[in-house]
């Protein structure tokens, strides 16, 4: 069984910084891209931050700047630095990451159960 954990979240002011951090455990055999998806009221889930076994990043055009991901092969491990928080930042935030798992052929697609940041004065 693969898992992954998310902490870090919680309720920072305008302009504050939060950092989130993953990780995945379990009977991994490999972890190929983890990133970052947040889901607002109301809205759909969408990518914020994503960085692939190569080490390729992608953001998210509204947090280009004032986000940052990064990741540790070694721990299984991924986070976001997030700064300058915008109200619109108020979400929950999931990792996701494709593992093969020991028991599997191929890679799979894992999500965390989310972590709320709420930005708000």
């Known amino acids: 069984q693969v898992q992954l954990v998310e902490s870090g979240g919680g309720l920072v002011q305008p302009g504050g910084s939060l950092r989130l951090s993953c990780a995945a455990s379990?009977?991994?055999?490999?972890?190929?891209?983890m990133g970052w998806y947040r889901q607002a009221p109301g809205k759909q889930r969408e990518l914020v931050a994503y960085?692939?076994?190569?080490?390729?990043?992608s953001y998210a055009e509204s947090v280009k700047g004032r986000f940052t991901i990064s990741r540790d092969n070694a721990k299984n491990t991924v986070d976001l630095q997030m700064n300058s928080l915008k109200t619109e930042d108020t979400a929950v935030y999931y990792c996701?990451?494709?593992?093969?798992?020991?028991?599997?052929?191929?890679?799979?697609?894992?999500w965390g159960k989310g972590t709320l940041v709420t930005v708000s004065s």
């Open positions: 996701n990451a494709v593992i093969r798992a020991t028991t599997s052929l191929a890679g799979m697609n894992y």
């Open positions: 379990g009977s991994i055999f490999s972890v190929y891209g």
């Open positions: 960085v692939t076994s190569g080490g390729r990043i």
